[in-house]
C-alpha cells in the first residue's frame, strides 16, 4: 500500500508526457494503463499490492462510475436524439436484452459449474459497453455519422440501463445461495431503485436549477461553473447512499434530469468540461488499478473453459444479437459486422465485478465467475483497443467507395 498511490501518479505523469505520441497508433490509453498495472502489480513488481476487498478500490470503482454515469446521461439531448434513435433504440432495446440472453445461454453451456442465476448475473455484468476502449470508433469523423452516434449513444445509455438489472440478478443469486431471504432481496432492490430515483431527480433538478437562475442573472463565475455538474453527481450518489438507494441508478438518473434542465434553462453545455475530464482521471487509475488487482490474479486461475466464454462474449454473443435488432433496416454486411464487433467490455463491468467482491463469499462460484469477467475485459482492452483504428479507417474507406445501395441504417450522404 506504501507504493501504490506513487507508483499510480507516476504512471500517469508518464502518459501524459507521451500522450501525444500514443494519439494515431494502434495503443489506446486503457491498454497502457491495464498494462502497467500488470507490471506493478502484486503478482510482478509489487509497487501496486492492494487487496481487491480493500475500501481504497471500492471508493475507486465506485467514484468513477458515478462520474461517468452522470456525465454520459447529461449529455443525452433526448429532442436532438429523437431524428437518430433508430440505431441506438434498437441497440439498447433489442440487441441488450439478446445480448444478455445469449450470454446466460453460453455461461450454462460452456460454465457449468455456475447455478444458473450466478449464469445470469455474468451475463448481465458483461452486457455494457465502454466506447472509450475504441475511441477511435466514436471520433474519426470519417466514419458515418448514424454509426459513431448510435455506437457512443449505446455505450452512454447502457451502463445506467444495466444497474437495476444487475441489482436484481445479484440480489436473486444471493437469495439462491442462501446468502440473503428473498424478502429481504425484494425489499433490497425496491429501496436501491426507488430511493436511488428519488435522490437523482432531487439532486439533479436542484444542480441544474440553480445554474440557470445563476447564469440568468449572471451571478455565477464560468470558473465555477464547471464545480456544479461535479457537485450534482456527488450530491446524488451521496444523498442516495445512506437512504438505502444505488447511487448509481442516483448518478445516472441525476444526470437525465440536470441535462435536461440545464438545456430547457439555457444553463449552457461548458461547464461539463470538469465533469468530463475528472471521469477520464478517474477512469485512467481505474484502469491500472484493475490490471494490479484484478486482471493480474485472475490470468494466474485461466482455464479453456474461462477462455472459449471470453471469446464467445466478445463475438457471437455480442454480434449475433446486434445483428438480429437490426433486421428489417437493410443493413449491408460490413456495416452489421462494424457494429457487432464494436462492443467493448470495461468500466462498468470492472465496477460490478468490484461490487460483488464487497461481500465475499455470499455466491458459491464466486471465483469462476469473477475470472471469467475479469478476463474478457482483458481480452477486450487488448483486442478492440488495437482494432479500433485500423479497422475504423478501413470501414470509412470502405463506405466512401459504396455510398450507395439500399442501406436504410446508413443512407447515403451521412457525414
Sequence with gaps: MTWALPTIAGVLLVFAALSRRVEGTPITAPIVFTAAGLLFGGEAAGLIDVDATAEMVKLLAEVTLALVLFSDAARVDLSALRAEISLPARLLGIGLPLTIAAGFGAAVVVLGDLAWPEALLLAVILAPTDAALGQAVVTLRTLPLRVRQ????????NDGICVPFFLVVLAIAQAEAGAIGGGAAVRLVTEQIGFGIAAGVGAGAIAAAMLVVARRRDTIDPLWAQIVPVAAAVLAYT???PLGGSGFIAAFVGGLTFGAI???GGGGEEGARLLDEAGDLFSAVTFIVFGAVLLGPALGHLSLAVLGYA???????????????LVGTHPRAPTVAFLGWFGPRGLATIVFAILILEEP???PHEDLLLTTAVITIGASVLAHGLSAAPLADRYAAWFRRHPR???????????
Design 150 to 157: 448510435g455506437l457512443n449513444v449505446e455505450s452512454g445509455l
Design 239 to 241: 444523498v442516495a447512499v
Design 405 to 415: 445501395g439500399e442501406d436504410d441504417l446508413v443512407r447515403p450522404g451521412s457525414p
Design 262 to 264: 440545464r438545456r430547457r
Design 311 to 325: 471469446a464467445l462474449s466478445l463475438t457471437v454473443v455480442r454480434m449475433v444479437p446486434v445483428a438480429l435488432s
Design 361 to 363: 463469499g455470499q455466491l
